[in-house]
């Protein structure tokens, strides 16, 4: 179940970053 936070945290991460750089 960890993984699935994991997960969730990496994507959050990741449109944070890309919505950053636009």
Do not use: G, H, R, S
């Amino acid at each position: 179940m960890k993984i699935l936070v994991f997960l969730f945290l990496y994507d959050l991460c990741l449109l944070y970053l890309l919505d950053f750089e636009q």
